[in-house]
């Protein structure tokens, strides 16, 4: 069965720190990924999304995400964070022959948190 | 575009009362998702649906819950009897067969006393 991983639980960064999020999955097909925001007390927003191309990814607010097939990661990057970055973050999953509309599977989630 | 809509967005209620949680999907959008977030075990899928259809129930918890989608517009889910360990925010999503991302409904943060 499909799995994702999120490597940190909780991330603390200073304003204008880089930040990189890891995540592996374990399915060895084709596959969708994601990365989606949750702010606090909020529902969860897409960031970006990886079908097929170009493995690195731009996403919205500057947030970008490179696909590794060899090593079955897609690390979500942002060069320079800031507090209003505060939010967990989760990578998720698909099985591509379900063509996106299948199942999501979610990582664990990380926190992060962005000091002023 | 509305969204996802869910209601109630809050409810609390006493353990072993009937709770449905319903939800609007996006016009047009083919899957249907109930998820279940909780601190401990994270973002759970419960069961998803295909043109109304339920193609994978496997993360029902147990037999006390239950989804029904009736319509492409609408679908529920309910627990009965509720009990304090099914306290938990819902969400629902919905999304297209093309390729594009689920859209995440506000979630529905249930409390069982």
């Known amino acids: 069965a499909q799995s994702v991983s999120q490597h940190n639980h909780h991330v603390i960064l200073s304003e204008a720190a880089s930040l990189e999020l890891g995540c592996n999955y374990s399915y060895g097909g084709t596959v969708n990924l994601f990365w989606y925001v949750q702010y606090p007390g909020q529902h969860l927003q897409l960031l970006l999304k990886y079908f097929s191309g170009d493995p690195l990814v731009k996403g919205i607010k500057g947030f970008e995400a490179e696909f590794i097939k060899s090593k079955f990661s897609f690390n979500l990057r942002k060069p320079s964070v800031q507090w209003s970055d505060t939010a967990e973050y989760f990578c998720a999953v698909n099985e591509g022959r379900y063509n996106q509309g299948g199942k999501l599977i979610f990582g664990q989630g990380t926190e992060l948190s962005v000091k002023p | 575009d509305a969204g996802v809509i869910q209601s109630p967005r809050h409810e609390v209620t006493e353990m072993g009362q009937e709770v449905t949680l319903r939800c609007k999907p996006i016009?047009?959008?083919?899957?249907l998702f109930w998820y279940r977030q909780t601190m401990m075990r994270g973002l759970e899928l419960l069961i998803y649906f295909n043109n109304n259809v339920p193609i994978d129930d496997s993360g029902m918890p147990e037999d006390r819950f239950s989804a029904k989608m009736p319509n492409a517009s609408f679908s529920t889910l309910k627990i009965q009897p509720s009990e304090p360990r099914d306290s938990a925010v819902y969400f629902c999503?919905?999304?297209?067969?093309?390729?594009?991302?689920?859209?995440f409904g506000s979630g529905t943060r249930l409390t069982v006393v």
């Open positions: 999503a919905s999304s297209p067969t093309r390729p594009g991302g689920y859209t």
């Open positions: 016009s047009g959008h083919d899957y």
